[in-house]
């Protein structure tokens, strides 16, 4: 039996109606620019919303809020701490005025000779040897604030803006002195952020909560 070979044709016809169909749509150079254009502004739009939101939102829980709030609260912290090592230390009371208004804190000694006891307003910082104070809301605690001061006395305190350390460590009002203070707090805040120092009475242990 012999073998024939058939000629294959070179070129396979193509339906045009089909290839038509398949083809993308041809836009001139106007539209296609316009419809660039569109997109581009749209995107544009979005990015904008999305920055102004960022805006709002970010400032009372931004990392920077953050970190000066517990910068503040641990210098508050140190200030008790120093106050009552000082007083554990000279057998004089030391303790911490807060004041909410002026935005600060500041340790004192007593001079329990006048009637009343006078706040005496010259312990100085152990490394910077300045008198020893925080002003909070001043650089760099730019942001925050002092937002409340509490104590649970055991007894009558005349002078519950102040707390005090007598020589054995222990927490006590600063008029009288014989008024034992059974826990006290003080709030610092930045924005929507709220951070607590808390002084235990019995132990004088200074947390930042």
Request: hydrophobic share 40%.
């Amino acid at each position: 039996m012999a073998w024939r070979i058939c000629d294959v044709p070179s070129r396979i016809p193509v339906i045009s109606g089909i290839s038509e169909a398949l083809a993308p749509p041809q836009l001139d150079r106007s539209q296609l620019s316009a419809q660039q254009g569109r997109t581009l502004l749209e995107m544009l739009i979005v990015v904008a919303i999305i920055g102004i939101a960022a805006a709002v939102a970010v400032p009372s829980t931004s990392p920077t809020h953050q970190h000066r709030l517990g910068l503040a609260g641990s210098q508050v912290a140190d200030a008790f701490r120093f106050a009552r090592e000082e007083a554990r230390r000279t057998g004089v009371v030391h303790g911490v005025s807060t004041d909410v208004s002026n935005n600060n804190v500041r340790v004192f000694r007593l001079d329990e000779g006048p009637n009343p006891n006078l706040k005496v307003y010259d312990v100085r910082h152990p490394v910077t040897k300045q008198l020893y104070a925080v002003q909070i809301g001043a650089s760099p605690y730019a942001g925050v604030g002092l937002d409340s001061y509490g104590g649970q006395m055991v007894g009558t305190c005349n002078d519950p803006g102040n707390i005090a350390f007598d020589s054995n460590g222990v927490v006590r009002c600063v008029e009288p002195t014989t008024t034992r203070i059974d826990s006290a707090t003080v709030n610092l805040a930045a924005g929507q952020l709220l951070l607590t120092v808390a002084i235990d009475s019995y132990t004088g242990r200074v947390s930042v909560q």
